[in-house]
């Protein structure tokens, strides 16, 4: 993906405190949200260790020094960008089991969400595989732990649909359809994103429902 465009640069930052829901507060958090943007695409193109505070603000369209005033460093970027995402994904699994009663219907949702997920931030996806053990122990520990418990969402729905299958079976599924899903973007994204939400949306989804739904035969 190619480096996001820089960002016309704000006016200097004063020293006064900024109360929530003031413009000056909104430009902070616009800015915030850039420097995220802009690490996902550069760490997923070069690798968390090869691009700088200064790559980062360029991209944003501040200085280097300036992340600073939004991050404590490189390692707090991409701690936030994580931990945020995994939030968005337990957030969203949870909204799903919140309004939908029918197991198969729960199911569809939460495939439907994924591969939204999958389609519309690859560049995440590829900067966890290869840059999770550059967090911190702390983020570590905290991202798996989210991630964990949206994995046992898909089991919970799982299991009503296979009564009597082991909680150790479901959860396979659960990641291996994680796998399907979060690999496609990878291998289509030369196609363009407006035909790969077309083609690959509704293949995805029919191939992960069958995945999580097909009865497995007793082995003899």
Do not use: C
Not at 49 to 68: F, H, T, W
């Amino acid at each position: 993906m190619p480096t996001p465009p820089p960002v016309k640069p704000s006016a200097p930052a004063l020293a006064a405190h900024v109360t929530p829901g003031t413009p000056r507060s909104q430009a902070k958090e616009n800015r915030r949200q850039a420097l995220l943007a802009a690490a996902a695409a550069l760490f997923a193109l070069h690798g968390f260790n090869r691009v700088s505070l200064e790559d980062l603000g360029a991209a944003a369209g501040v200085s280097g020094p300036a992340v600073y005033r939004h991050f404590q460093g490189k390692q707090a970027v991409l701690g936030d960008l994580l931990l945020t995402v995994s939030r968005e994904l337990l957030d969203g699994g949870r909204r799903v089991i919140a309004e939908t009663t029918d197991p198969l219907a729960a199911l569809r949702r939460l495939v439907g969400f994924q591969v939204e997920f999958a389609l519309g931030k690859p560049d995440v996806i590829r900067v966890q595989d290869r840059d999770f053990s550059n967090l911190s122990q702390k983020d570590q520990s905290e991202v798996r732990a989210l991630q964990r418990n949206y994995v046992e969402i898909w089991v919970e729905v799982l299991s009503l649909l296979h009564p009597g299958t082991d909680a150790v079976e479901l959860r396979m599924r659960a990641h291996a359809t994680f796998g399907l899903i979060n690999s496609t973007p990878h291998s289509i994204r030369n196609h363009g994103r407006k035909i790969a939400h077309k083609t690959a949306r509704p293949l995805l989804e029919s191939m992960a429902l069958a995945a999580l739904t097909v009865d497995v035969p007793e082995a003899p």
